[in-house]
C-alpha cells in the first residue's frame, strides 16, 4: 500500500497526482489517497514565496517529466480550491478519486469555473462540514506517518516528494519484485546534468549560487556546482548566508528528520560521501562564513565551501573548533594567519546580509539556490538539469 497526500492548490500535487494511474499499472500497488490542508507556517517557512515559486517552477518540471501544467498561471481562486476539495471528498467515499482529482486539478488550474462546475453537476460534492472533517483526518494521517508536506508519497515509513523522487520510489518497488515492465524506462527517472558539449565562442555565463554551511542539500550541491561551472567555463558567484535557524526560520524536528534521510539518499544518487555529521549551526557556521568571505578574493573560496561542507556532513569535523576549522582551511590552500584574520573581521557580517537580500530579491529563501545571468532562480539541489539548460540558453543567446 502507497499512500499519497494530496493539496489540490499545490502545484507540485497536481503534478504526483497524475502519476498515480500510471503507478498503480505499472508497479500493481495500491494506492490510497488523502486530502490534507496546507503546511504550518514552521514546516513551511515564507510559504508566500513558496507558493509563488511553485507556480514557475511546477510548469518547468511538469515539461522535463511530461506532465501537465499550465504556464504563467495565477494562483487558483480560494472559492474554486474549497469545491474542489468538496468534489474529491466527496469522490473519497464513492472510490472514484484517482481520475477525478486529475481532472479537477486541470480545471482547476486553467482557471476554469465552468469545467468546476461540470465536475461538480457529475459527480456532486460533500457537505462543508464532510469536507473538513476529510482535510483534518488526511492532515493528522500525514502528521502520524511522519511528515508535515503534500505531493508526498509514503511507502513502508519511507517518504518521496512528488516526481522528483519517484525514481526512488519505482527503483524500492522494482526490487521488491512489483515492476510488471523491468528492462523499460521508468516514469519518472532521475535527471540531472547531462555535461554536454561546451558552445564555442560562446558568451561566459554568470552563476550566482546561494548556498550555506548547515545546509546537507548545500553539500551534495557545492561539488556538482563546482563541477557544472568549470566545464561550461562559467563564472561562479559564490552567495553564502546564514542557516535559516540563524535567520529565524524555524527547522522543526520531522522536517530536519525527512531531510536527513533524503540527503542520504540523493547524496548516494550523486556519489557523494554523507552521514558523518556534525552540526555547525551557531559558531561552527559564523566562523565558516568569516573565514569564506576571506577566502573567495583570495580564489580559495570553491575549495574552502567544498571542504566546509564535506567536513560537516560527510567528515565528521567540528568546524566550531579551531583544529577543525584550520584544519578544513590548510587543506584549501589558506594560511593560518588568513584564517586568524578573517575571524578577527566582523566584515562577513555584511556580505551575508547583502546575499540574503539578493536571494530575496530572486524570489527565494532557501539553500541551494541558484539562476544565470540574472535568468528566473532554481532552488534545490535536484535542479541541475534546469540550470544546466539556462547555461546553454544564456551561451546560445549572446554568442
Given at each position: 500500500?502507497?499512500?499519497?497526500?494530496?493539496?489540490?492548490?499545490?502545484?507540485?500535487?497536481?503534478?504526483?497526482?497524475?502519476?498515480?494511474?500510471?503507478?498503480?499499472?505499472?508497479?500493481?500497488?495500491?494506492?490510497?489517497?488523502?486530502?490534507?490542508?496546507?503546511?504550518?507556517?514552521?514546516?513551511?517557512?515564507?510559504?508566500?514565496?513558496?507558493?509563488?515559486?511553485?507556480?514557475?517552477?511546477?510548469?518547468?518540471?511538469?515539461?522535463?517529466?511530461?506532465?501537465?501544467?499550465?504556464?504563467?498561471?495565477?494562483?487558483?481562486?480560494?472559492?474554486?480550491?474549497?469545491?474542489?476539495?468538496?468534489?474529491?471528498?466527496?469522490?473519497?467515499?464513492?472510490?472514484?478519486?484517482?481520475?477525478?482529482?486529475?481532472?479537477?486539478?486541470?480545471?482547476?488550474?486553467?482557471?476554469?469555473?465552468?469545467?468546476?462546475?461540470?465536475?461538480?453537476?457529475?459527480?456532486?460534492?460533500?457537505?462543508?462540514?464532510?469536507?473538513?472533517?476529510?482535510?483534518?483526518?488526511?492532515?493528522?494521517?500525514?502528521?502520524?506517518?511522519?511528515?508535515?508536506?503534500?505531493?508526498?508519497?509514503?511507502?513502508?515509513?519511507?517518504?518521496?516528494?512528488?516526481?522528483?523522487?519517484?525514481?526512488?520510489?519505482?527503483?524500492?518497488?522494482?526490487?521488491?519484485?512489483?515492476?510488471?515492465?523491468?528492462?523499460?524506462?521508468?516514469?519518472?527517472?532521475?535527471?540531472?546534468?547531462?555535461?554536454?558539449?561546451?558552445?564555442?565562442?560562446?558568451?561566459?555565463?554568470?552563476i550566482d549560487f546561494w548556498f550555506s554551511f548547515r545546509s546537507p542539500y548545500s553539500w551534495i550541491a557545492v561539488p556538482r556546482m563546482l563541477?557544472?561551472?568549470?566545464?561550461?567555463?562559467?563564472?561562479?558567484?559564490?552567495?553564502?548566508?546564514?542557516?535559516?535557524?540563524?535567520?529565524?526560520?524555524?527547522?522543526?524536528r520531522t522536517k530536519r528528520f525527512y531531510i536527513v534521510l533524503d540527503t542520504k539518499r540523493e547524496a548516494e544518487r550523486a556519489g557523494l560521501?554523507?552521514?558523518?555529521?556534525?552540526?555547525?549551526?551557531?559558531?561552527?557556521?559564523?566562523?565558516?562564513?568569516?573565514?569564506?568571505?576571506?577566502?573567495?578574493?583570495?580564489?580559495?573560496?570553491?575549495?574552502?565551501?567544498?571542504?566546509?561542507?564535506?567536513?560537516?556532513?560527510?567528515?565528521?569535523?567540528?568546524?566550531?573548533?579551531?583544529?577543525?576549522?584550520?584544519?578544513?582551511?590548510?587543506?584549501?590552500?589558506?594560511?593560518?594567519?588568513?584564517?586568524?584574520?578573517?575571524?578577527?573581521?566582523?566584515?562577513?557580517?555584511?556580505?551575508?546580509?547583502?546575499?540574503?537580500?539578493?536571494?530575496?530579491?530572486?524570489?527565494?529563501?532557501?539553500?541551494?539556490?541558484?539562476?544565470?545571468?540574472?535568468?528566473?532562480?532554481?532552488?534545490?539541489?535536484?535542479?541541475?538539469?534546469?540550470?544546466?539548460?539556462?547555461?546553454?540558453?544564456?551561451?546560445?543567446?549572446?554568442?
Open positions: 500500500m502507497i499512500h499519497y497526500f494530496h493539496q489540490v492548490d499545490d502545484p507540485y500535487s497536481h503534478l504526483a497526482v497524475q502519476m498515480l494511474k500510471p503507478l498503480g499499472e505499472r508497479y500493481g500497488v495500491a494506492v490510497e489517497i488523502s486530502l490534507v490542508l496546507p503546511p504550518d507556517e514552521a514546516a513551511a517557512p515564507e510559504y508566500d514565496l513558496l507558493k509563488e515559486y511553485a507556480l514557475r517552477d511546477a510548469a518547468r518540471v511538469a515539461r522535463e517529466y511530461g506532465v501537465a501544467f499550465p504556464a504563467a498561471v495565477a494562483r487558483p481562486d480560494e472559492k474554486e480550491v474549497r469545491r474542489v476539495n468538496a468534489l474529491l471528498a466527496a469522490a473519497l467515499q464513492k472510490g472514484n478519486v484517482v481520475e477525478l482529482a486529475v481532472e479537477a486539478g486541470e480545471a482547476l488550474w486553467a482557471g476554469g469555473k465552468a469545467a468546476i462546475d461540470r465536475l461538480v453537476e457529475m459527480h456532486g460534492v460533500a457537505s462543508a462540514r464532510e469536507t473538513n472533517r476529510c482535510l483534518k483526518r488526511g492532515t493528522a494521517k500525514r502528521a502520524k506517518l511522519g511528515h508535515y508536506l503534500s505531493g508526498m508519497f509514503c511507502f513502508e515509513g519511507e517518504w518521496y516528494w512528488g516526481v522528483d523522487r519517484l525514481n526512488h520510489l519505482e527503483e524500492r518497488l522494482a526490487e521488491a519484485g512489483f515492476d510488471k515492465a523491468p528492462g523499460t524506462p521508468m516514469l519518472a527517472p532521475y535527471r540531472d546534468m547531462v555535461l554536454g558539449p561546451v558552445p564555442q565562442g560562446a558568451h561566459r555565463p554568470v563541477k557544472l561551472a568549470h566545464h561550461y567555463n562559467a563564472e561562479l558567484r559564490l552567495r553564502f548566508v546564514l542557516p535559516m535557524v540563524m535567520r529565524g526560520l524555524p527547522v522543526p560521501p554523507f552521514g558523518r555529521v556534525v552540526d555547525s549551526v551557531g559558531n561552527g557556521a559564523a566562523r565558516a562564513l568569516a573565514v569564506i568571505h576571506h577566502a573567495i578574493p583570495l580564489g580559495k573560496g570553491e575549495a574552502f565551501a567544498e571542504l566546509g561542507c564535506r567536513a560537516v556532513f560527510a567528515d565528521g569535523i567540528d568546524i566550531a573548533t579551531d583544529e577543525g576549522l584550520f584544519d578544513v582551511a590548510r587543506r584549501a590552500g589558506l594560511s593560518d594567519e588568513t584564517v586568524r584574520e578573517a575571524l578577527a573581521d566582523p566584515g562577513w557580517e555584511k556580505a551575508v546580509e547583502e546575499n540574503r537580500q539578493a536571494l530575496f530579491d530572486a524570489g527565494l529563501w532557501g539553500v541551494p539556490s541558484f539562476r544565470v545571468d540574472g535568468m528566473p532562480a532554481h532552488w534545490g539541489q535536484d535542479r541541475f538539469w534546469a540550470l544546466e539548460e539556462d547555461i546553454l540558453a544564456a551561451m546560445a543567446a549572446r554568442r
